[in-house]
């Protein structure tokens, strides 16, 4: 099975301050996305990657970068850490089955802004 | 673009009885649907998924979902709700043409007992 590892489950930081979530995959899948999940509403996509340093805007980049320097792994970076981006990140990978995507979930890290 | 709504936000039922939770889709093509199950504290895992054919879709643990074109619907339903089945559902839609899934805003199941 593909495992999708993120590294940190529970985050705390303070406002201002730089923040990386990293995610790892296993299956040498092409494709890794963000997502923010929020109550109420959904799952909605930050940034999400096809290949070795390329990267796409999401629904909702504002405050958000990523990085993604091999085909494993995956960064999400928030430059400076607000209290809005309080939120469940969860970490995805993917490769195309028959023309569509079928998304594989790490557990999420639950950042919370002091 | 496609987008999902997913109408019930909690539903609760009693273990043992059936449950059918809704989902409606918005897209110009034949879209790829989803069910996702997210247990608390955890990420989400792929329940069914429909590409094609037959549109009466068999998942894990128990689940099934019916795609029906002419109402832009793709319910979930299982016949026998387990005590372990409490978690939050999520519908999802995605295109051939593009790498993303849209999901739906979830719908949180409690089982009584």
């Known amino acids: 099975d593909v495992k999708v590892t993120q590294s940190s489950r529970y985050l705390v930081k303070r406002t201002g301050e730089k923040v990386f979530l990293e995610c790892v995959q296993d299956?040498?899948?092409?494709?890794m996305f963000w997502y923010r999940q929020d109550p109420g509403l959904g799952l909605r996509l930050i940034y999400f990657?096809?290949?070795?340093?390329?990267?796409e805007k999401g629904d909702i980049p504002e405050g958000y970068s990523v990085s993604r320097e091999k085909k494993e792994r995956f960064s999400l970076i928030l430059e400076s850490a607000s209290t809005n981006q309080t939120s469940m990140y969860l970490c995805?990978?993917?490769?195309?089955?028959?023309?569509?995507?079928?998304?594989?979930f790490g557990a999420g890290s639950r950042l919370t802004v002091l | 673009a496609q987008s999902v709504t997913q109408p019930d936000i909690h539903i609760t039922v009693s273990e043992g009885a059936s449950l059918e939770l809704r989902c409606n889709y918005s897209y110009g093509a034949t879209p790829y649907l989803f069910w996702y199950v997210q247990s608390p504290g955890q990420g989400l895992q792929l329940l069914l998924k429909y590409f094609s054919g037959d549109t009466l879709v068999q998942g894990i643990k128990g689940f099934e979902a019916e795609f029906k074109r002419s109402q832009s619907s793709f319910n979930l339903r299982k016949p026998s709700v387990h005590w372990s089945d409490a978690a939050e559902y999520f519908c999802a839609v995605g295109a051939s043409d593009d790498y993303k899934l849209s999901f739906g805003a979830g719908t949180t199941v409690t089982v009584r007992a």
């Open positions: 299956m040498d899948h092409e494709n």
């Open positions: 990657s096809y290949d070795v340093k390329m990267k």
């Open positions: 995805a990978s993917s490769f195309p089955t028959q023309g569509a995507n079928v998304l594989t």
